[in-house]
């Protein structure tokens, strides 16, 4: 049972590349999140997807979109890299009601742009 | 919107009890939500209060007074393996914000022999 799956692991990419983080999961949750992690921060919400088919901004959307494949699959999308970009991204996916409460987490990806 | 206020930095020796707080203000939501990270690592759920009142997870213990806007983590029996960041979340109550958890900026916990 893996869980939540996100590729790749580590990425450098010079300002101006795009690139896509790829993230899934095998838990038939309904929810899944997009955040993003600065150096001794917490973590910010980027997107999320309450369920199949919808997709909302977080705290911090600029400068990403999303898209929700179907209900495993989740990715986040940089259309045009900035150094400020430069964080570890994690996805997370969760049931609805009181499960929404408890986010599994993949393993994150880690992003440079320089 | 939701604010949550946690201390940056606990340090403690192996066997001690520590005691993380977290204050919050928020128009409502469901629960407060605790998770731990190690370095280099992802974030883990450890516990959730729904209710006011005292969780208890093995040595990790969890509190909540929504009338004093404050809930605490307690961690007993401090072992090495505890020491990672320890950040409290919130999910909103309005309908339209989603399922989404707001966290806060976390507290690092350093655990000396």
């Known amino acids: 049972n893996a869980g939540v799956t996100q590729t790749p692991k580590f990425q450098v990419l010079k300002t101006g590349q795009s690139m896509t983080l790829q993230c899934a999961q095998d838990?038939?949750?309904?929810?899944m999140y997009w955040y993003r992690q600065d150096p001794g921060m917490g973590l910010r919400l980027i997107y999320y997807?309450?369920?199949?088919?919808?997709?909302d901004k977080g705290e911090v959307p600029n400068g990403y979109n999303v898209s929700r494949l179907n209900k495993r699959e989740f990715s986040l999308r940089l259309e045009s890299a900035a150094p400020s970009q430069t964080s570890v991204y994690f996805c997370?996916?969760?049931?609805?009601?009181?499960?929404?409460?408890?986010?599994?987490f993949g393993a994150g990806s880690r992003l440079t742009v320089l | 919107g939701q604010s949550l206020e946690q201390p940056s930095e606990v340090t403690a020796v192996e066997g001690a009890i520590v005691q993380i707080n977290c204050t919050y203000q928020?128009?409502?939501?469901?629960?407060l939500s605790w998770y731990q990270q190690h370095d280099g690592g992802a974030p883990t759920f450890l516990s959730y209060?729904?209710?006011?009142g005292l969780e208890e997870t093995g040595r990790f213990s969890s509190f909540l007074s929504r009338s004093d806007s404050y809930g605490y983590l307690l961690l007993q029996e401090l072992q090495m393996k505890d020491s990672a960041s320890y950040f409290c979340?919130?999910?909103?109550?309005?309908?339209?914000?989603?399922?989404?958890?707001?966290f806060g900026g976390g507290t690092r916990v350093l655990v000396k022999p």
């Open positions: 209060n729904g209710l006011d």
């Open positions: 997807s309450a369920s199949e088919g919808t997709t």
């Open positions: 997370a996916s969760s049931s609805q009601g009181s499960g929404a409460n408890v986010l599994t």
């Open positions: 838990m038939n949750h309904n929810s």
């Open positions: 979340a919130v999910r909103a109550l309005i309908k339209a914000a989603g399922n989404k958890l707001t």
């Open positions: 928020t128009s409502g939501f469901y629960g």
